[in-house]
């Protein structure tokens, strides 16, 4: 293959969100030029962030040309997405018939794009129940009819070094040759809740920090506050009292329910990062040692967001807007390491 400078590699994020996986690809050195997503409350984050234009607009409604022309002719052309996850995950139980609902085709029109589109790499990130299911068969097939050699795995984030046991799947595709996600380092930092967020300040239930406006967790309600006083690390619900119960746990059904109502512990990586991780009742996502929820801040640092990424115009936001745009996105030290894949490829077949 003829040697192409780096700066002849370009790079578009669909389904970006606030760049997460964007900013990633750029620590890697990636020169991501666009991220395009249907939702508009994105865009100052994504912007204010990182040297890319954001596209409001929804992929499925588009022509493929409207992306194409973000590359230019000699390019090493790369197209990276992470379709909306919800719909796959096994926490959705909501869906009688997952196919009927919106987000379920949109790997396929993700599929068409690189069809029509022909870039030379594709990277897709999602949740690991992906594989499961027969959309993730036919995106397979659309990539090996033209011609990609590909690779996927589903990682556990914490062994690549991020302070959260999230699991993925990752697909590498390239047209240029066997690309594979790098390994793990062998001597790879152990990071925890408490390496991420233990110096932040202080927090009281349903406070905001003075000098940080994203450092602000809900309001927990008097019951509420009573059950997380009563929350051990790493614990469950069953550490309460009777009295704290809701009905719910109470009947033997309830057993089931573990994974939510709990505390972080301080010496391990946070449990995945949701969409309510800022709600203390839908997962372990209260703090390790504070009588409170974890804060939005507490949330991004987890999501390994850089310290002075901004996500937020002014201090009048919603906690809902901001939590989902946190916790829908990839974390940047994944999208870092998926640049680092890509950019060993390239190099190894420029040699």
């Excluded at 890697?28 to 100052?44: H, R």
């Excluded at 309001?219 to 009292?241: C, F, H, M, Y």
């Excluded at 990839?330 to 640049?339: C, H, M, R, T």
Aim: positive net charge.
């Amino acid at each position: 293959m003829k040697k192409t400078k780096s700066e002849n590699v370009t790079v578009v994020d669909l389904f970006c969100g606030i760049g997460g996986l964007t900013c990633g690809l750029q620590k890697a050195g990636l020169n991501v030029v666009a991220g395009f997503d249907s939702d508009n409350t994105c865009k100052f984050a994504y912007e204010c962030n990182n040297n890319a234009e954001f596209v409001n607009c929804d992929i499925s409604e588009i022509d493929s040309s409207v992306i194409a022309r973000y590359y230019k002719k000699d390019d090493i052309k790369i197209l990276v997405g992470c379709a909306p996850c919800q719909t796959f995950s096994r926490q959705t139980n909501k869906y009688k018939n997952r196919t009927k609902d919106k987000k379920w085709n949109l790997l396929k029109f993700y599929a068409k794009h690189i069809e029509n589109i022909k870039p030379d790499i594709v990277s897709m990130e999602n949740v690991p129940e992906l594989v499961k299911f027969d959309i993730f068969q036919c995106f397979l097939d659309t990539l090996e009819k033209n011609h990609y050699n590909v690779s996927y795995k589903i990682v556990d984030c914490s062994k690549y070094g991020l302070p959260q046991k999230r699991r993925r799947l990752v697909l590498l595709a390239s047209k240029l040759g066997t690309i594979k996600l790098v390994s793990p380092e062998k001597n790879q930092v152990f990071r925890t809740v408490e390496s991420e967020i233990k110096d932040l300040p202080k927090l009281k239930n349903g406070e905001q920090d003075k000098t940080d406006p994203l450092h602000r967790c809900a309001k927990l309600t008097a019951i509420n506050l009573e059950r997380i006083k009563q929350s051990v690390p790493g614990g469950t619900w069953q550490d309460w009292d009777k009295k704290l119960l809701p009905d719910c746990y109470k009947k033997s059904t309830g057993k089931s329910y573990s994974a939510v109502y709990g505390r972080m512990k301080w010496d391990s990586p946070s449990p995945t990062i949701t969409t309510q991780f800022y709600i203390y009742g839908t997962g372990r996502f209260g703090h390790p040692i504070q009588n409170r929820a974890l804060s939005l801040r507490e949330g991004a640092l987890l999501q390994t967001f850089p310290k002075d990424y901004k996500f937020i115009e002014n201090e009048e936001y919603s906690l809902k807007v901001i939590g989902r745009h946190i916790g829908n996105a990839v974390p940047v030290d994944l999208g870092e390491i998926i640049g680092k894949s890509i950019l060993q490829h390239i190099k190894t077949i420029m040699e």
